[in-house]
Every structure is written in C-alpha cells, then in structure tokens.
C-alpha cells in the first residue's frame, strides 16, 4: 500500500513536470526553456527533475508526446454518429483547444527546432504517423461522401491543417505529399474565403 501510494506521488508529480514544461515550452520555445526554471515552478530541485528525465530533449519529447497521444486516442476514438468532416472540424477543434487549456493563451506555431526534435526522435514520428495517416483517410473519404470540395488538394488541406494546428514545419512528413506550388495559393485563398463566408452568401 505504501509503495502504491508512493508511485502513485510519483506519476502525479511526473505529470506536473509535463504540464509545466509544455507550457514553458509554448511560451518560450524548447531552446530558451531551462531545466532550473522548470524545477523552480514545479517547486524541485533539479536532481529531483533528472531523476525523471536525463536530458532536456528527452523531456521535452515526452511531454509533447503525451498532448499528441491525446489527439491520437481522440482520432482512433469510434465517432459513427459523425461524418468525415466532421470529425476533422472536432479533431481541429480539439487539438487547439488542449493546447490553449495548456497554456492560457492562444497557441503558438512550434519552431523548426522543435518540429526538428520530434521528427528525429522515433516513438513521435510514429505517432505523428498515426495522426496523419487518419487525417489523410479522412480527408479521402470526405471527399468520397462529397463533403469536401474533390478539387481542392488533399495535400494542401493537409498541410493547412498543420498550419492551423502551429505546426506547420511538420507537414513535411505528411503522407499527402507536398501542395503543388502552380495551385496552392489559389487554393489556400479559396479554403479562406469560403471559412470566413456568411451562410447567407453560400447562397446567393
């Protein structure tokens, strides 16, 4: 009973550490983040955060691994009673909204150094796969079902995704491919203005 007790302080203090340091990093970027300011606001000291985490990096991966496996859990969730658009818009919605609960504030775009990071780290990359492998069939079969527009590019909506997520320096590995440059900004124009149209005026 009191070694389960005493994990159980462990991996609440774990988390506190990730929660700390996601929004250290959201605020500051990983590179500017230091080991003895996240100690000093989780109230550790820094031997005590190393007993966790041996490097920087290493910490910084797993707490961005841990809000990517929320999203992961989120997408591979059964949603049979939504669409395939809809359940991109709740993925979308979903995914901004931790990172704002996260923080406070409103996101920010992730730097290359951190898309960097987790591109070079295996167990991210596998689960930014994961992600965008759903993402990429969603797409396909909204597209399928006539939800989503069949002339707009399933890499460029792909790759607005990211950019609307603060990730856009990961849309390289997406599955979709890379946006045709001759269309792309004709596209990107047309995915806004149909975002921002009033009802009334899908209309006319």
Known sequence: MVGSLRERRRQMLRDDILHTARRLVAVKGHIAMSMD?????????????????????ELVVAAVMEAMQRISTLIKDDQDDYTP????????????????????EIPRTWTPDLSQLLSEHQEARDCLNQIDDRVVALIQAGKAQGEID????????????YALLGMPHLAHLSSSGTPNPASVATMLATIFERGIQSNRQRHV
Do not use: C, H
Request: aromatic content about 8%; hydrophobic content about 45%; proline content about 4%.
């Open 85 to 104: 658009l809809q359940r991109l818009t709740l993925l979308l919605r979903t995914a901004i909204q931790l990172r704002i609960d996260e923080t406070g």
């Open 150 to 161: 069949p002339n707009l590019d399933s890499a460029t909506i792909v790759w607005t995704m």
């Open 37 to 57: 300011e996240l100690a000093a606001q989780v109230g550790i000291s820094k031997p005590t955060l190393y007993s966790f985490f041996s490097t920087k990096e």
